[in-house]
């Protein structure tokens, strides 16, 4: 069982950096793909970035290429983004997800969610 709980996110100025982790309590992480997702107000749920289980398979959404990092500590069941240069479009709520299946960018592809983070970029 995957049981996904997330962390960071919060208020920011332009330009700024925020940090979002997803821990999981299971014992078969390494074993999923996780996602984040995020959710703008009116707007439809976007694939954000996605890393696969061993961690050699990154990709991201062209809009935060070279901005945002993923990266995963299988030893510590934790997945990151790290989100640099932040800029007001980039807020939403975030949901990282897991798969068993790497590569998908469709969220109902995901089966386990976190309960999601506001991060907010305003000056």
């Known amino acids: 069982q995957v049981r996904l709980v997330q962390s960071g996110g919060g208020l920011v100025q332009p330009g700024g950096s925020l940090r979002l982790s997803c821990v999981d309590s299971?014992?078969?992480?390494?074993?999923?793909?996780v996602a984040w997702f995020r959710r703008a107000p009116g707007k439809e749920r976007e694939f954000v970035a996605a890393?696969?289980?061993?961690?050699?398979?990154?990709e991201y959404e062209d809009s935060v290429k070279g901005r945002f990092t993923i990266s995963r500590d299988n030893a510590k069941n934790t997945v990151v983004l790290q989100m640099n240069s932040l800029k007001p479009e980039d807020t939403a709520v975030y949901y990282c997800?897991?798969?068993?299946?790497?590569?998908?960018?469709?969220?109902?592809?995901?089966?386990?969610w976190g309960q999601g983070t506001q991060v907010t970029v305003t000056s």
């Open positions: 997800a897991a798969s068993k299946t790497y590569g998908s960018i469709w969220y109902p592809t995901y089966d386990y």
């Open positions: 299971g014992r078969t992480f390494s074993s999923y793909a």
């Open positions: 890393i696969s289980g061993g961690g050699s398979s990154i």
